[in-house]
């Protein structure tokens, strides 16, 4: 359990160090040109409840996930494969129910900050289960 914590929080502050800047300061202008974003005022609560359990699952997979090589790399690869379904919910089906032009444009953005992100979060993941190997 102090594991599965110790992540959710990592995953909680990673995400929200990267998310905040990349989604509301850096790109935000350009979010709402392409039409991805159409509220004034995003809802935080809402976000950070989606980061909290996010983390919570991907923690609670983890422990099942067989590991070999370095902890830290097993932690990234397996990160990477699991951002793989939060990259087609945020990415392609944001597109698809969207109209934002231009798609390839949205989805090199997208691809690049989900990226850095299950990177980030990955390297703290294998990081903090490497004992437990």
Known sequence: MKKIGLFVLAYFVLTMAWAYPWHVIWFHDLYVAWGAFTRGQPVMELGMAAILVQGLVIAHL????????????????????????????????????????PIPTFLAYHTVFQLVQFTLTGAALGWIYREAR
């Open 62 to 101: 983890y422990q099942f996930y067989p590991k070999s090589g370095h902890p830290v790399l097993a932690g990234i690869k397996f990160n990477l494969i699991i951002g793989l379904m939060t990259y087609t919910a945020m990415g392609f089906a944001t597109a698809a129910k969207f109209q934002i032009e």
